[in-house]
């Protein structure tokens, strides 16, 4: 196997930026695509493109110029249909183009899941109109939560929770989808005690892996916080990594799989997969594992050995956001936050920030044994520390 291959990174957001630096240890060269230029992948990477992925004209122009060895998604927002062609010129795409297609769009995943695999979830309808959308509220029950079938980090996600909330909650599915679908669906909501994301590692030669459950607390349907390894019983842990690896088995190709769970009192329930690694799993940053979410994707992509996935500390990510619109952000309090031991901040480097984008990432780990709620509050603490101001405050 030739140790150096091209890589072509379709979204060059923070977990693509740490992808890439993965890559690159291991001597890769990496091309990084995004919709804007100076993406925090395209900071650290050999090469950039900047594209609409939406574009499948845009899409084979710079695949054709690159003729990279492997095409790796990092977002939702691309003509994925155009992969069953790459792969057909030899080209691999991460997990796989069957993979990438199916769960780059929520009916697709959800239909697989829930229909073909028999797997438990919310109860669910689509609609493609305000009016489909207030039939399909009717039939699920109040409450429910509405989301685009693509979109990503809770973009277009609510809760509606009486009858009012419908026309508010399709406009904002629409301002916050992703792609050219106006289609969403609708999930009844499960009372659920515990959401955790069970990392899934897929190889090309070797075994299922799987990383210890990471619990997570959501806003405006994006992740604030997240700790590994969550408290959950053997027997929900057994059944999760069952329907992990079914799941990924049936959508093919190897790479890291964020795989999404409800507990609830009367069980567990199938949520949603990412085909990459996930925001959730930033926390592996912390040095909780052997190896991160993103070392470990770069070496199932590129099918390297992957021994044993081994828990090491205790840790807890929270994220930085900004409270406003604008570009060239500057942080302050960083200096606070680093004074605590064991832990760390990252900076994304995204060049302009809106209300509630994510920035940054407070991390803190402690040794094996920790209390994992404490080690929670002090991210939590120590991420309020850091603010995000505007050298060029956005004028309306």
């Keep these: 196997m030739t140790m150096s291959k091209k890589i072509m990174l379709l979204g060059s957001g923070e977990l693509g930026k740490e992808f890439v630096i993965a890559a690159k240890r291991l001597g890769q060269y990496v091309i990084a695509v995004d919709s804007y230029n100076d993406a925090p992948a395209q900071q650290v990477a050999d090469a950039r493109e900047v594209i609409d992925m939406l574009d499948g004209r845009a899409l084979d122009v710079i695949v054709a110029k690159h003729q990279p ?39 697709a995943i959800r239909d697989l899941a829930s229909r073909e695999l028999g797997l438990r979830t919310a ?10 959308l207030a039939v399909a509220v009717a039939e699920v029950g109040l409450p429910c939560v509405v989301k685009p079938l693509m979109s990503s980090s809770g973009k277009g996600q609510s809760t509606v929770r009486s009858e009012a909330d419908i026309e508010k909650a399709w406009s904002y599915s629409q301002s916050g989808k992703r792609g050219d679908s106006a ?30 459950p990471i619990g997570h607390r959501q806003e405006r349907g994006d992740y604030q916080e997240s700790w590994q ?75 390297l050995p992957i021994p044993v996935v081994e828990l090491l500390r205790v840790g807890a ?9 604008g570009s060239n952000p500057r942080f302050t309090g960083v200096e606070n936050a680093l004074l605590e031991s064991g832990t760390d901040i990252r900076i994304f480097g995204k060049p302009v920030t809106r209300p509630y984008r994510r920035m940054a990432v407070a991390l803190v780990s402690d040794q094996l044994g920790s209390d994992v709620d404490a080690v929670k509050l002090r991210a939590i603490a120590n991420a309020a520390k850091v603010s995000v101001a505007n050298e060029k405050p956005l004028v309306t």
């Excluded at 955790?196 to 892996?209: A, H, K, S, Y």
């Excluded at 997969?273 to 926390?283: A, E, N």
């Design 123 to 132: 109860n669910y309808r689509y609609a493609a109109s305000q009016e489909e």
């Design 183 to 212: 289609e969403v669906i609708v999930e009844s909501y499960v009372p659920f005690h515990t959401e955790i994301t069970l990392l899934t590692v897929t190889q090309i030669d070797g075994p299922t892996l799987f990383c210890p």
């Design 69 to 107: 060895d492997l095409i790796v998604p990092e977002i939702e927002a691309i003509r994925t249909e155009r992969f069953y062609d790459y792969e057909k010129q030899g080209i691999q795409v991460v997990p796989s183009a069957r993979a990438a297609n199916f769960t780059m769009n929520r009916k």
């Design 317 to 325: 990510s929270a994220v930085i956001l900004a409270d406003s619109a």
């Design 229 to 303: 390894p969550c408290r959950i019983s053997e027997g929900e842990l057994k059944e999760a990594q069952e329907i992990a690896e079914k799941v990924t088995r049936s959508l093919t190709g190897a790479g890291i799989w964020g795989v999404e769970f409800f507990l609830a009192d009367d069980g567990i329930y199938f949520s949603e997969l990412s085909p990459r690694p996930h925001d959730t799993g930033m926390v592996t940053l912390a040095g909780t594992q052997n190896l991160s979410e993103f070392e470990l994707h770069a070496r199932a992509v590129l099918g």
